[in-house]
Structures are given as C-alpha cells and as structure tokens.
C-alpha cells in the first residue's frame, strides 16, 4: 500500500542527531516523523565519553533513546529509507519505497552519507555540507547534522547536540522569538511524581 502524510518535520535518519531533532520538535508540538534505515554506527560502539552516562552500549543507548522519542509522539518510521527529497518552495516532499510525504521543515541526519544533501542543493564546503551554529543548510528550512556537517569530528555526543539545535531553530522560527526549552523539577513531579529524585 502507498502511504502519503503530511509533517511539520521530516527527520531523515534516526541515530543520535535525528533522534535528538525529533525529540526536541516533538516535545514542543510539531508534528515530527523520523525515517531510519537502522544503520547507526551506535550499533558498532559503547559509550562511556557521552557526559552524564557512565558506560553504556550503543544499541542500548539507542533503545532507549527510540523509547524517549516515542513516549513524547515522534512517528517513527523504523527501517523506512527515504529515496529522495524535493523542495517545492513552502515544503518539501520526501519519497520512501512506501510512499510520499509533506513537510514544511527537513532534518538531514544521515551519518556521513551526504547524497540527500546534495540533490537537495545544499551547498558544500570541501567535502561536508555547509551549515552555521543553527545547523540550517543554504537551502532554506532544511537542516544538516552529524557526521555529514563535519570532516572527522563524529562523536554521539556532537550528533545529539546538532540536532537539538536544528530543532530549537526551526521552533523558534515557528514561534517568532528565540525558544528555549527549559523543564524543571515541578514539571518532571507533574509528569512522574514520587519517582522523581532531584539529588
Ligand atoms: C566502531 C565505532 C565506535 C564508536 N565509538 C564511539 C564512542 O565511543 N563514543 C562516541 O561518542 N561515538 C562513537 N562512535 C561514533 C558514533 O557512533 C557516531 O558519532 C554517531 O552514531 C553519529 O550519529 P549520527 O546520528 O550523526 O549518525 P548515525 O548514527 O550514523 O545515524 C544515521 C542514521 O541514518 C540512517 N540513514 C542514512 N540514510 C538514510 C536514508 N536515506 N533514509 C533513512 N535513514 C537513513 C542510517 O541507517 C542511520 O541509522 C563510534 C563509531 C564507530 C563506528
């Protein structure tokens, strides 16, 4: 069957930059999806340089981050691989072998390969795509993250950090002033109340 949708956000990838974007768009209302084909290279590592985890496995650390990212309503299209992307001006359509999908805002965050990047026509620096502290590419509301906006530099923790940026632009272009998502202890006894231990 072919599926079509619309999005406020389509996350292209779902290791540690696009989980990281979909989480942060998600959590402050955007319709958000996040197309993975699951080839992570988290699958390959253990963590115990990402700051506040001791130690850790990759595909642990994505598990859990697949389930933080679901429990705050990302549409998460596991091993759906997006075959291209369009701008067509207010948006873009992105097509996977399932269907055709619409959104106003495009994430890129698909490790080192820089092929969607490039059709899209997103200017290049040398070999990696060109993008300021916002993570916004040339092409305008689409995002590049990771490993494609670096030379060497690929760490989870940068991934993470790139994409939560992406996200908070595209927020705070939606809202017309600088978002800031900041929770605090009264927020997280709202959400868990006993379980919460703010040591
Ligand atoms: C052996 C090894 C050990 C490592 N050890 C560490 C470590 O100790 N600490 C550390 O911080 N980092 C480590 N890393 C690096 C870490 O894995 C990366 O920094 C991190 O995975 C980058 O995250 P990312 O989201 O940018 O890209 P990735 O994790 O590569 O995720 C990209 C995702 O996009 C998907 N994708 C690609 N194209 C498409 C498409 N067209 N449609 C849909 N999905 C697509 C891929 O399948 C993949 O799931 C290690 C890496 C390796 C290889």
Redesign the pocket.
């Known amino acids: 069957m072919t599926e079509s949708g619309d999005s406020d956000v389509i996350v ?7 989980l990281s974007a979909g989480l942060f768009a998600s959590k402050n209302g955007l319709e958000t999806t996040v ?8 699958h ?7 700051l506040g985890v001791g130690s850790v496995g ?1 595909s642990e650390f994505m598990a859990t981050a697949r389930q933080q990212v679901d429990d705050f309503g990302v549409d998460r299209r596991q091993g ?4 291209g992307i369009e701008s067509t001006g207010d948006g873009f359509v992105v097509e996977t072998a399932d269907g055709s999908y619409d959104a106003r805002y495009v994430v890129l ?5 820089r092929d ?1 990047a490039e059709s899209l026509g997103c200017d290049f620096d040398g070999d990696v795509v060109d993008v300021g502290v916002d993570m916004e590419t040339s092409v305008e509301n689409a995002y590049a ?3 494609m906006v670096r030379p060497e530099e ?6 993470v950090g790139d994409g939560a940026a992406a996200a908070l632009n595209i927020l705070s272009k939606e809202r017309g002033e600088h978002f800031h998502d900041f929770d605090t202890p009264g927020d997280a006894e709202a959400v868990f109340g006993d379980l919460v231990d703010d040591e």
């Open positions: 292209v990838g779902g290791g540690p930059a696009g197309f993975d084909a699951d080839g992570t290279w988290m390959k590592a253990h963590l115990f340089n990402y990759g759906e691989e997006v075959t965050a698909t490790g080192a390969n969607l993250t990771g490993a690929w760490q989870a923790a940068i991934s």
